[in-house]
């Protein structure tokens, strides 16, 4: 869950798509991985937790069953953020793996990961080892340019990591030389003419780069219209697919229950941006059930 810009509704999102997943069924676990400013305990109204991320990250625990907290729906449960230690806002890269790998061993369907604002390279980590990588934007031009200069920063570090892992650093700088490349179709078409292999390894590798897009705080037909437009324009001048996985309504209802430390799922099932969150679920789980990459449980 990421996107660029503060207060945009990543958490919010975070908290209550875990709690719909929660409800359908499926087991989740809500990460808060926004390292500097953790929330997600509030969004979901507990109080700070005793156990959080940097008990595992500083190795006070060794598992990391052992700082997952139940939180407050049969089925969820939650990493409460790094909140004692600075060290713990900015873990080296070894250390973001091996979080993401313990993670990834969870017994769970969903990990779902609250990211920070901004394209600070811990947050477009976090965000590239994502099955989907989820743009929160809601409708205004700042939060757009944004969400596209967070989209492209982790693509092209998503670039640099594949290059690095297969050694074509070299043949990529002479290929980009002094040239402005603007789309990845263009680097990809360039490499293959100097260096056919690294060319097919970098396109395949790039095509699976397919991050997903929630409006939030849509007032208007129109705002939801603007998730297609963003889709449009990704592929048109990045050559590259997004998933559009629907809008959540602005909705008094979301901040009101904010103030109110209590979860908009449990607290006002039927208000519209609740409404909205069944459907984007929904979308998400179809997603997986056609990618068929992992087991979906019925
Ligand atoms: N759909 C919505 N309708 C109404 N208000 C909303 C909606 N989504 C978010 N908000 C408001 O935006 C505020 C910020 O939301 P949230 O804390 O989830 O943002 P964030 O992107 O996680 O911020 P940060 O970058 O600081 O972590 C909420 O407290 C709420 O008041
Ligand atoms: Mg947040």
């Known amino acids: 869950m990421g996107g660029g810009k503060g207060g945009i509704g990543k958490s919010l999102i975070a908290a209550n798509l875990g709690i719909q997943l929660a409800r359908q069924g499926r087991k989740v676990v809500l990460v808060d991985a926004d390292l500097g400013g953790a929330n997600l305990h509030t969004c979901l109204g507990l109080d700070i937790p005793r156990l959080s991320l940097s008990d595992f990250i500083e190795r006070r625990v060794q598992r990391i069953e052992d700082v997952v907290i139940p939180a407050g729906v049969p089925g969820l449960g939650l990493i409460s953020g790094a909140m004692d230690h600075l060290d713990a806002a900015n873990p080296k890269y070894a250390q973001k793996m091996r979080l993401m790998r313990h993670i990834l061993t969870l017994d769970v369907d969903y ?99 397919r991050p997903a897009l929630v409006v939030n705080q849509a007032r208007t037909p129109q705002d939801s219209e603007l998730g297609h437009a963003v889709v449009a324009a990704w592929k048109k001048y990045f050559g590259l697919g997004m998933d559009y996985l629907g809008c959540i309504d602005y909705d008094e209802a979301m901040w009101r229950t904010v103030r109110a430390r209590k979860p908009l799922l449990l607290e006002r099932p039927t208000s519209p941006a609740a409404r909205s969150f069944e459907a984007v679920a929904a979308r998400l789980v179809a997603l997986d059930e056609q990618r068929g990459d992992r087991e979906v449980p019925r």
């Open 111 to 209: 990990a779902i990961l609250d990211l920070g604002a901004g394209t600070h390279l811990n947050v477009l980590d976090f965000f590239l080892v994502s099955d989907h990588g989820v743009l929160v934007l809601v409708p205004e031009p700042t939060a757009v340019e944004n969400v596209y200069r967070f989209v492209k920063a982790a693509f092209w570090r998503r670039v640099r990591n594949v290059v690095a892992v297969y050694g074509f650093e070299e043949v990529l700088r002479s290929v980009m030389g002094d040239r402005g490349f603007h789309s990845p179709v263009e680097v990809i078409q360039a490499l293959r003419v100097q260096h056919p292999e690294a060319g097919a390894t970098l396109e395949q590798e790039l095509l699976s780069f």
